[in-house]
Nanobody, 119 residues
Framework: QVQLVESGGGLVQGGGSLRLSCAASGIINSIGAMGWYRQAPGKQRELVATIASGGGTNYADAVKGRFTISRDNDKSTVYLQMMSMKPGETGVYFC?????????????WGEGTQVTVPS
């Protein structure tokens, strides 16, 4: 089994910064792409940023230049540094990772961490 646990969510004022972390644990041979997704109230989950095992990154247009995704492969952890946050970025932030556990490669999701940016 593989577990992803997010942390770092909370309340941040508009224009402020927050750093999310997501640690993978369990039976892990290797981790491929990792990413962060956001689900705002009443909306579908959407991509925020992804990072490949080699470090290549991809961002939603709305967060380019303000958010930075990074990973520490030794710690099986992915981070999301969010700056200049906006009220519309309130939501539950989920971590996703493509993990090879020896019996195959599967996508795993964390349970999410709430981020609130008051309007």
């Amino acid at each position: 089994q593989v577990q992803l646990v997010e942390s770092g969510g909370g309340l941040v004022q508009g224009g402020g910064s927050l750093r999310l972390s997501c640690a993978a644990s369990g039976i892990i041979n290797s981790i491929g792409a990792m990413g962060w997704y956001r689900q705002a109230p009443g909306k579908q989950r959407e991509l925020v940023a992804t990072i490949a095992s080699g470090g290549g990154t991809n961002y939603a247009d709305a967060v380019k230049g303000r958010f930075t995704i990074s990973r520490d492969n030794d710690k099986s952890t992915v981070y999301l540094q969010m700056m200049s946050m906006k009220p519309g970025e309130t939501g539950v932030y989920f971590c996703r990772a493509n993990v090879n556990s020896g019996w195959g490669k599967y996508d795993y999701w964390g349970e999410g961490t709430q981020v609130t940016v008051p309007s």
